[in-house]
Every structure is written in C-alpha cells, then in structure tokens.
Antibody, heavy 122, light 109 residues
Framework: EVQLVESGGGVVQPGGSLRLSCAAS????????IHWVRQAPGKGLEWVSLIRWDGGATYYADSVKGRFTISRDDSKNSLYLQMNSLRTEDTALYYC???????????????WGQGTLVTVSS | QSALTQPASVSGSPGQSITISCTGT???????VSWYQHHPGKAPKLLIY???YRPSGVSHRFSGSKSGSTASLTISGLQTEDEADYYCSSFTSSSTLYVFGTGTKVTVL
C-alpha cells in the first residue's frame, strides 16, 4: 500500500523559512516523480512543485518560483520542500502527491498524503 | 494561470446521477484532465485520469468525459459517502504546469 506522510509544518513569521518532508513507502520511490500541492484555508487546491523521478528536473508554480526548492533523497525514500521568504499567502495545508506514471510523463496524482499545515503569521 | 471553472455546488438525492463541469481554455483542458475526491481532513483521492480512465479500485459509478474545453465528471447512483469536494485538474503548457479547478461541493440530499 502506498503511504505518503508529510511533516515539518508549523507557525513561522513572514520572511521566515521552513522545511517540509514527505516520507514515502509502498512503492519504488526512485521510479516516480513527486509533487507538492497546497490548499489555503477555505480555498481550492494549488499545484506547487514537481521533481522528476530521477531528480534531473524540477518545476515550480509561478507563485513560489525563486523562493521554494524541491529535492529528494532516494536513499531515504523522502521528498523535501525548502520554503524561504515565506508570505502570509503561503499559509496552507501542504500535501505531497505521487505522480501516476512510472519513469514517464507526469500527468496526474495517484496517491496523496494527509498534509502538513504551514501558517505564516506575525 | 487561472483556475479551471467548476460550479461551487451540486446536489442530488440518493440514487440519482449528477454531473460536475470543468471549463477552461482549449490549451488547459486537453487530454490530461484528472478528477479528485476530497473529504475534508483526509487525503484527496484520484477518481479519473486522462479524461476518462478509472484507476483500479474506483467505483464504476464515477465516469469522465470531455467536449471541447469542458470536461465533466458524472456520479451515477449517488450515495451518501459521495458527499465531498471534487476537483478537476489539467496538465498545461504554461509555466505553471498544472492547474486545478475551483472545486465543487457535492451534497447528497
């Protein structure tokens, strides 16, 4: 069974930093691209970032480009999101989500974690 | 990149069928539309991928289709456990690779 468990959320002041983690199990981690998706309170889902299965490419939403960095450690079956220069509008529940295609093109999210909450507030 | 447009809410009685629309531009709503069910407090669940394909384990009561720049999710034989939020999503050619719909709250009367 695929499991994705996020951690690292918390309360941080505007301009601060936070590092999220996602521990994966139940599948061959280094065969799949992984995404971060967020949901602000009372709002819909927003795609944040993607790292390709081989770590050779990363992609970001325009809203976080230059501030967030996605990375992975295949030896630990883990995904990370380093968030810098945080803004109040980054307040959200952050989910990691597994891509649906093995070593292929990334078109949908077939497994999700339950999320970790990030609150940016002074 | 703007979100895809979904109705804010759709309701139906048990056993009925309902359809949720997802509208964007022709470049947004292509062959890579997917649908997700989200019960608050739980992990979102993939229902449909690539417009109309259903992952194993997903009920046949869920089906997807597309016409022009509008994709649709139909839930047939509505059940109380279908009460949830539903989101469409699409892979796009823009710099923000993926766009989600605005979300639809389904209520079972």
């Amino acid at each position: 069974e695929v499991q994705l468990v996020e951690s690292g959320g918390g309360v941080v002041q505007p301009g601060g930093s936070l590092r999220l983690s996602c521990a994966a199990s139940g599948f061959t981690f280094d065969d799949y691209s992984i995404h971060w998706v967020r949901q602000a309170p009372g709002k819909g889902l927003e795609w944040v970032s993607l790292i390709r299965w081989d770590g050779g490419a990363t992609y970001y939403a325009d809203s976080v480009k230059g501030r967030f960095t996605i990375s992975r450690d295949d030896s630990k079956n883990s995904l990370y999101l380093q968030m810098n220069s945080l803004r109040t509008e980054d307040t959200a529940l952050y989910y990691c989500a597994k891509d649906g295609t093995r070593r292929g093109y990334y078109h949908y999210f077939d497994s999700w974690g339950q999320g970790t909450l990030v609150t940016v507030s002074s | 990149q703007s979100a895809l447009t979904q109705p804010a809410s759709v309701s139906g009685s048990p056993g009925q069928s309902i359809t949720i629309s997802c509208t964007g531009t022709s470049t947004d709503v292509g062959e890579y539309v997917s649908w997700y069910q989200h019960h608050p407090g739980k992990a979102p669940k993939l229902l449909i991928y690539e417009v109309s394909y259903r992952p194993s384990g997903v009920s046949h009561r869920f089906s997807g289709s597309k016409s022009g720049s509008t994709a649709s999710l139909t839930i047939s034989g509505l059940q109380t456990e279908d009460e949830a939020d539903y989101y469409c999503s699409s892979f796009t050619s823009s710099s923000t690779l993926y766009v989600f719909g605005t979300g639809t709250k389904v209520t079972v009367l």
